[in-house]
């Protein structure tokens, strides 16, 4: 992947993690810091597990597909059964509010909807300026 390629990657990562902060920071005043904490373990999980994607999705399509196909899946799947024990265990604790990991949960699906609508956006802007 190039450059240009993994833009769009980059911009999901950098605003996921920043929208994340305003979160916890937002949630710290507004609500109390049971939320906050939520929202930082939703969060993080979902920032952490997209990232690590992010880095075995690239070397997979730089490397030989055939060979190193079975390993991202292997991966893919451990991490996706790590991630559900540790979501498990948060809430099986009561420890963390739902609704705050739950929308802490979903930076990443908000970030890479802003991406896409942006993208969007401006190539709709391009076409028509041509």
């Known amino acids: 992947m190039g450059i ?67 390993r991202f899946f292997i991966k893919y799947y451990a991490r996706l059964a790590v991630i559900t024990v540790i979501l498990f265990l948060v809430i099986r604790s009561g420890a963390v509010h739902l609704i705050g990991l739950l929308v802490g949960l979903s930076t990443v699906f908000i970030s890479i909807a802003a991406v896409a609508i942006d993208s969007a956006r401006k190539e709709l802007n391009i076409k028509e300026a041509s």
């Open 4 to 70: 240009d390629e993994q833009k769009p990657l980059r911009m999901v990562l950098i605003l996921s993690w920043a929208l994340l902060g305003i979160m916890i920071a937002l949630s710290w005043f507004v609500f109390d810091g049971r939320i906050a904490c939520s929202l930082l373990v939703g969060g993080v999980l979902a920032n952490l597990s997209f990232w690590l994607m992010k880095r075995d999705l690239t070397r997979l399509l730089q490397g030989e597909l055939a060979a190193v196909k079975s």
